[in-house]
């Protein structure tokens, strides 16, 4: 330090320490939004539960940065953790807005802090003062576990995807009497902590509601957008734009919080587990053609074209088959048989692709439960999701078709899922990409076990759905 640099620390703290909003304003150079001027002052009055529900892009993680960046600098011992579910989602979106800020501050106080890979501290007490980032996960549920000091500040980003074990390990920490704990996050489930902080315990918790209909962070025409990519009923904008739990809609076939967890998992698999592939075939000029690529329990990406004839699609399908070595091609493509999509899987199997024709309009392997096979797919992706094992793509698009989709009960009892014409008629897209990814579910357990054989190739699709790995 320069011989000024103490005085000018005394002052800062003498001014800041109990003024988070100015320290944003003065020292960072920023104006914060009113919702996040009463949330910085919620903390500084001493407020030690704050839970923050809110719509996409509203200025959460931006707000926390600054509470924990404040706290750190005037503080001392302190201990600051901040959470979330994955790596990505901590270091990606959490971590790098808080290292953002720091590079705001002014060099007289940059200097005083080490930023390292996943974790800030303070030069001179590393021990003693830091803000240390650890993921969340349900087999390792101690990252909020066992935080003591004088000043303990505890946030947890996309709190509702954090198992609930790691709540329940990180009691101590939280209900220590110096400790302030910050849930922030989308509303994806109606259970677990963070969907109580906002209804049976909301009375114990200072919360927040942000939507993106009130936040100058948010354009109108994203709002447009959403309105027309979810429709305002569905609970994707429930979710995504208005900050709310999404509504407790029983006829909704798959539920927003099991495409949301799936979405943000992390999940290893073995470079040798092979791949399936699921071609939903555009059938109207609004419509797109969907490719679905799964290996094992991966979803690792869905293509889509719109505006290609039948031989153009299938010369785009075989050109991302040929990229490929023999060992990472697909043993399977399994394409949707109905009208136009006959002509593709022909073509296909013409050119010795191992193509498979599902009628998801036949009769299901449960008869007794659904009305055709479309219902019986769309089931056993929900029940795919519901292991909690597995990954899909972040996709906004297919986070709507996922959530869009609702199933009502024939006359004779059996589960039928929403067709795409009665969706288009509420308003919605026609769910393009969510079908290529449950035709990449319906391929034959043994096919996948034991390997393809070319010489079967044109045999028809053996059902057995009732397990997918």
Known sequence: ????????????????????????????????????????????????????????????????????????????????????????????????????????????????????????????????????????????????QGIHADNVLLVADEASGIPESVYEAASGSMSGHNATTLLLGNPTRNTGLFYDTHNRLKGEWKTFHVSCLDSPRVSDAFVKEMQLRYGEDSPAYHVRVLGNFPPREEDTVIPVELIDSAMNREIKISPATKSVWGLDVARMGSDASALAKRRGPVVEEIQT????????????????????????????????????????????????????GINVAESPAMKGTYANLRAELWFKCKGWLANRDVKIPKDEQLFAELAAPRYTFTSSGKMQVESKESMKKRGLSSPDKADALCLCLATDISTIMHGYSMANKSGALRRNIKGIV
């Open 305 to 356: 074209w719109k505006g290609l004839d039948l031989m153009q699609l299938t010369g785009a399908v075989v050109a991302e088959f040929e990229a490929l070595t023999p060992s990472e091609q697909p043993v399977e493509i399994l394409v949707d048989s109905i009208g136009l999509g006959a002509g593709v899987l022909d073509r296909l199997r013409e050119l010795g692709l191992p193509a498979r």
């Open 1 to 144: 330090m320069t011989k000024s640099e103490p005085n000018f620390f005394l002052e800062f703290l003498k001014k800041y320490r109990d003024d988070p909003v100015g320290f944003v304003r003065d020292i960072l150079r920023t104006k914060p939004d009113p919702w996040q001027v009463e949330f910085l002052k919620a903390i500084s009055s001493g407020e030690r539960r704050i839970s923050v529900r809110s719509g996409h892009g509203v200025g959460k993680s931006t707000a926390a940065s600054w509470a924990m960046l404040h706290y750190f600098l005037t503080r001392y011992p302190v201990k600051v953790v901040v959470t979330a579910p994955t790596s990505a989602q901590l270091f990606d979106a959490m971590f790098a807005e808080l290292k953002r800020w720091v590079n705001e501050l002014p060099d007289v106080l940059k200097t005083l802090i080490e930023v390292k890979a996943d974790r800030i501290e303070l030069k001179a007490a590393a021990s003693e003062a830091f803000i240390s980032a650890r993921t969340s996960r349900a087999e390792t549920p101690e990252a909020l």
